[in-house]
């Protein structure tokens, strides 16, 4: 999912899996590269928001009215005043001092999001780059991991940087953040299995068993679900 300015370029599952299903809807519009466009898919409302391995995506989408209960204040080291549910926010800091021992200040620059926000962010996305651009790099409001309460982006700066993973702090968390709980959610090579851009920036926090056997394995959330 996007970033909140562009740098030029998002227990149990729910009922169903997490790979991309229509959920009966035939009019589904692509654009290049296999990118649906968001507006044109009925998603699953999933039954599980609350679980830390709720899956959103294009295809599953949060209840109308879900707001997480557990959200907390996070250090972020950039000034700006972000929220993540206390599971993901008590790993974060744990990852952050860990980043700092070894010489890597990471900052977060974007975290819990309310629909309306979401929507703020989609429809700009919208105004300014266009539809096709939109649907590889904004989430539709309901379908943004943001929404969870369970996704960080996190950066070197108080934006996000071109070339991220080119940077210390991206190498490192590249090579670290499982350990945390946290994935790498839109990889370079699965765009068309995550229906997202390559960002290197955001992380998903999803426990440590699960994030290490994602590591492993090199799947994406979607891939491990089925």
């Not at 599980?48 to 599953?60: D, G, L, M, R």
């Not at 980043?99 to 926000?117: F, H, M, N, P, Q």
């Not at 266009?130 to 969870?148: D, F, I, N, V």
């Not at 390559?198 to 590591?215: M, V």
Request: include cysteine.
């Amino acid at each position: 999912e996007e970033p909140e300015t562009p740098s030029g370029g998002e227990g149990s599952s729910s009922s169903s899996q997490g790979g991309q299903s229509s959920g009966g809807n035939t009019d589904e519009v692509v654009y290049s590269g296999g990118i649906v466009e968001p507006a044109s898919i009925t998603p699953e409302v999933i039954s599980n928001p609350s679980a830390i391995t709720a899956i959103v995506n294009k295809y599953h989408a949060l209840p109308e009215g879900y707001t997480p209960s557990d959200l907390v204040a996070i250090t972020t080291n950039c000034g700006k005043n972000l929220q993540l549910r206390r599971e993901a926010a008590e790993s974060w800091e744990q990852m952050m001092e860990a980043a700092k021992a070894d010489g890597i200040t990471l900052k977060a620059v974007s975290a819990y999001r309310t629909k309306d926000y979401q929507n703020g962010l989609f429809t700009r996305y919208t105004s300014q780059y266009g539809k096709e651009y939109t649907a590889q790099y904004s989430a539709y409001p309901r379908r943004s991991e943001h929404e969870l309460g369970l996704a960080l982006d996190i950066s070197n700066t108080a934006g996000i940087p071109d070339n991220f993973e080119t940077t210390a702090e991206g190498k490192w968390l590249i090579k670290n953040a499982h350990n945390y709980g946290f994935i790498l959610r839109y990889p370079e090579d699965k765009v068309k299995i995550t229906q997202y851009g390559y960002e290197p920036w955001h992380y998903r926090y999803l426990g440590k068993d699960l994030a290490e056997t994602l590591y492993k394995s090199g799947q994406t959330y979607e891939e491990y679900l089925g």
